[in-house]
């Protein structure tokens, strides 16, 4: 089956397509997604600013009930829509059911949102005059969202850009565009108007491209790697467009002396290995303190040895496949990397075979790390974690903020002084106190600080930072 570009409402077949494959079974093609031509990118950024006057002026009640329908429409197709993400991404069926709730809630959230967008009336320092301070849409935004989130990071991104009566092109990652076109299927059959909401599949280098360069953007958002956010960024911000990116991080997973064990093992286990530790906010350095290091690395190692490796859909699997061939190349190679560094494989770091083709990894496990070397430097996006052996608290926490990044912090601990202290001054935008750096709530603030995050936050009320611009009026009273 095909599948065409959603640009001014209408299905476009574009000239050539995507293949998107199985990482669980290589030999299964979920399906053909055709890719956007340059001119087809430059119809629907045409289409979204055309789009874009009478949609800012609908109702709140308009749009919040297109958002809820979606929503609704979300949790009505759940569990075909987990399998379709599980098939195209690799995560187990359990945590696809889970992300496509996450998306389906955060459209139901942000139709609530709608009737909450608020301004303020200050007192004027002038005699006979009132201001007014209101949010206006943001205009028409451009949405590059990762192939490690197929269907809740465009939710978060999408709604509350609907939400706050802005029009919307979105580029998914060539990786899982089946995720993508269902949503945008489901949001064509919901009833926005033509132009509202126009999906471009297509390489980074084309669609990407042109839209970070065209002046009908006004601004983009942007999760994924490092290097492509700083080049859309240094693009985007130098024709002025406003620009809001969520990139890598490189969390630190604390764990302490008076930690209980179990929590400890479950928290990093969870962190740094479940969804194949392709996740940004995964816990790659696991930075631990003397007296509980051997205890924490036998146990972690053990946790490890009982986690089923295989097919995502299958029962029983609790870490499906490595995303593709080019991502288990990367992870290989910094396994191979922190092995010529001197570090010490515990555990996994296999290529495994199963019954289908997959990219079947074992969960890799190093320890005797040092915070210098390059596998606690750069970010993996696998399900490889090390171990740093630290001789108390102070030296702990120093570790942790030690990094280029500054996304998510954890810390697994009993002491209720050492929690609060860690809270107070990790240098990140999320902290965790005996849970996992990774898995977040849909309706609270995501971002992080250093090299993580550029702009204000996503999700939750503090989306309206980057989808609406603010506007003070001052009024001469009759
Ligand atoms: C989560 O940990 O629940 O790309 C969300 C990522 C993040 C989302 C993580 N933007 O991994």
């Given at each position: ?15 050539d397509?995507?293949?998107?494959i ?77 992300e496509v ?8 959230f942000?139709a ?28 028409v ?15 978060w ?36 108007p ?7 599949v ?23 790697s ?35 064990l ?11 290995f ?100 390059r ?22 926490l120093?570790t ?40 977040v ?15 204000s ?7 309206a ?14």
């Amino acid at each position: 089956m095909t599948h065409a570009n959603l640009i001014a409402g209408e299905w476009i077949r574009g000239t050539d397509a995507v293949r998107d494959i199985n990482p669980s079974d290589t030999t299964d093609v979920v399906g053909e997604y055709d890719r956007a031509s340059a001119a087809q990118v430059d119809d629907a950024i045409a289409a979204a600013r055309h789009a874009s006057q009478a949609w800012a002026r609908t109702t709140v009640q308009q749009r919040a009930d297109l958002l809820e329908k979606v929503g609704l429409e979300i949790f009505a197709r759940r569990a075909e829509l987990a399998d379709l993400l599980a098939r195209e991404e690799g995560k187990t069926l359990a945590d696809a059911t889970g992300e496509v709730g996450r998306a389906g809630y955060i459209f139901k959230f942000f139709a609530q949102e709608c009737l909450r967008i608020q301004g303020e009336r200050v007192g004027s320092v002038r005699p006979g005059v009132d201001v007014e301070i209101t949010r206006e849409p943001a205009g028409v935004i451009g949405l590059i969202t990762p192939w490690n989130f197929p269907i809740a990071i465009p939710a978060w991104k999408i709604a509350p850009a609907l939400a706050y009566g802005n029009t919307v092109v979105m580029k998914p990652a060539e990786l899982v565009p089946g995720c993508a076109w269902a949503l945008a299927e489901i949001i064509h059959k919901a009833g926005f108007p033509a132009g509202v909401f126009n999906l471009v599949v297509g390489r980074g280098s084309v669609v990407g491209e042109k839209m970070v360069n065209d002046p009908r953007i006004d601004a983009i958002s942007f999760t994924g790697s490092v290097p492509t956010g700083r080049g859309i960024l240094a693009k985007a911000a130098s024709r002025g467009a406003k620009v809001q990116l969520e990139m890598g991080g490189k969390n630190p997973l604390v764990v302490l002396n008076d930690a209980d064990l179990d929590v400890a093992v479950r928290v990093a286990l969870d962190g740094a290995f479940f969804q194949t530790g392709q996740r940004c906010t995964a816990s790659s350095r696991l930075i631990v303190e003397e007296g509980i290091h051997d205890k924490f690395v036998a146990g972690l190692a053990e946790a490890m040895q009982k986690q089923v490796i295989d097919d995502a859909r299958k029962p029983g699997t609790t870490i499906g496949p490595v995303v593709d061939q080019s991502q288990l190349d990367q992870d290989i190679n910094y396994i191979d990397i922190a092995k010529a560094e001197g570090a010490n494989l515990v555990a996994g770091g296999e290529r495994l075979n199963r019954e289908k083709s997959g990219f079947y990894l074992s969960p890799a496990l190093f320890s005797e790390t040092t915070n210098t070397m390059r596998i606690n430097r750069e970010e993996v996006f696998g399900p490889v974690a090390s171990v740093i052996r630290v001789k108390d608290y102070d030296e702990a926490l120093a570790t942790a903020n030690d990094t280029a990044f500054g996304l998510c912090a954890g810390v697994v601990t009993t002491n209720l002084k050492k929690a609060a202290h860690f809270r107070r001054n990790a240098e990140t935008g999320m902290v965790m106190v005996n849970l996992p750096t990774a898995g977040v709530d849909y309706h609270v603030p995501f971002g992080g600080r250093k090299g993580s995050s550029y702009g204000s936050r996503e999700q939750g009320r503090y989306a309206a930072e980057f989808y609406t611009q603010v506007k003070t009026a001052y009024v001469m009273q009759g």
